[in-house]
């Protein structure tokens, strides 16, 4: 199998503050996460990669200081999202690639929502 | 990286195949093609990926020509569970994993 999972699956949260979003590989180990942000009726967009023990990349356009990655360990990822503004409400997915396929497998995403 | 293009919509009948195209005329010798689905408000699902022999798993078949330059994506018994949206996605190794660049997909639409 290759589960990941994602929490919360929803946040709803007051401009200002920040929003901390966990990926986790359930039943193998990744050392590339990605994370990416979708927009209603929109594509998915990679907005970085994040590399087990390393700094993560950043699409170009994107803010190193405001979306905040960290890659703690093997089996998880997160995306801290800083003094978050209405304009960032999104859906925020990340995936993990499992090495022995070589495949990227999802989370089921996380909404939210900045008010 | 090599784009693709995809239909913006079809429609199939419960029960029968269902046959999304996928051109990838610019795709290069070390790059994959890759099929994922999404179904609405859920993360993408993976489905079957290959880079140039035709490929079949329990979800689907692939078939790519054999220039590589098109490919499709087969359901051979489409339900109305299959209804989402699908992307096909030419990868390309960099560093260590592959990435991934999201095109509009193709918008299946299962008929009862």
């Known amino acids: 199998g290759a589960v990941v999972s994602q929490h919360p699956s929803w946040v709803i949260c007051k401009s200002g503050t920040s929003v901390k979003i966990e990926c986790r590989s359930l039943?193998?180990?990744?050392?590339?996460m990605f994370w990416y942000r979708q927009f209603p009726k929109q594509s998915l967009m990679l907005m970085a990669t994040?590399?087990?023990?390393?700094?993560?990349?950043?699409e170009q356009g994107v803010e190193k200081d405001k979306f905040l990655i960290n890659h703690a360990s093997l089996t998880l990822s997160t995306l801290t999202v800083t003094s978050a503004h209405p304009e960032d409400s999104s859906f925020y997915i990340c995936?993990?690639?499992?090495?022995?396929?070589?495949?990227?497998?999802f989370g089921p995403g996380t909404r939210l929502t900045v008010l | 990286d090599a784009k693709t293009t995809q239909p913006t919509s079809m429609d199939c009948a419960e029960g029968r195949a269902a046959n999304l195209p996928c051109n990838h005329s610019?795709?290069?010798?070390?790059?994959?093609v890759y099929w994922y689905r999404q179904i609405h408000s859920q993360g993408p699902q993976y489905i079957i990926h290959?880079?140039?022999n035709n490929e079949t798993n329990e979800m689907a078949s692939l078939i790519i020509t054999e220039d590589r330059k098109s490919s499709t994506l087969i359901l051979p018994h489409a339900t109305l569970r299959d209804t989402a949206v699908y992307y096909c996605?030419?990868?390309?190794?960099?560093?260590?994993?592959?990435?991934?660049?999201f095109g509009s997909g193709t918008q299946l639409t299962v008929l009862p």
């Open positions: 995936s993990a690639v499992k090495s022995s396929t070589d495949t990227q497998y």
């Open positions: 039943d193998f180990q990744a050392t590339t």
């Open positions: 994040s590399n087990e023990g390393s700094k993560a990349t950043y």
């Open positions: 610019t795709i290069s010798g070390n790059e994959y």
């Open positions: 290959g880079l140039k």
């Open positions: 996605i030419v990868s390309v190794l960099r560093g260590s994993a592959r990435q991934l660049t």
